[in-house]
């Protein structure tokens, strides 16, 4: 208990882990592993959120305010900003590009010119068609190809 861990002079200590399994990265990748390394995010900022900054409240609540600075954690709120925060979020561009005329091409030079000052996104200096997301887990370079078309695919349920 709290009270024998305070009258032994204990110290308690513990470690959350969150395994971002299933996360990906393949040689060449696509919509697919764009979408399950968004989910994966969203994850990671749900693990945050529920371990991280309670935590932060419950230090302030206990009057130990001070201590902050212990509870280390990078937020990965602006990963999930790049990749769908409206209007400029990778997600809302293959959107509006899949409702318009345009290729794949013209998809990736406006994602690039959105995002070329995001500290999560890199430009490949030797490919053009593709883009870097930093992601908590590992960098990931995405290729263009086919996002337009694989966004606008039917859902065939068997």
Sequence with gaps: TDADVKANNEQRV?????????????????????CINYTNE??????????????????????????????????????IDLMD????GIFHLLDEACSVAGTDDTLVQKIRTAHTKHSNFKIPKLTKDTFIIVHTAKDVEYTIGGFKTKNKGNLLIK
């Design 85 to 88: 925060k409206h209007p400029t």
């Design 42 to 79: 969203r994850l990671q900022q749900l693990y945050i959120s529920y371990v991280f900054k309670a935590e932060e409240e419950e230090f302030k609540k206990e009057g130990l305010g001070d201590f902050l600075f212990e509870l280390n954690f990078k937020d990965n709120q602006p990963i």
């Design 14 to 34: 513990w470690v959350g882990l969150l395994d971002i399994f299933g996360f990906e990265v393949f040689k060449i990748n696509s919509l697919e592993q764009y």
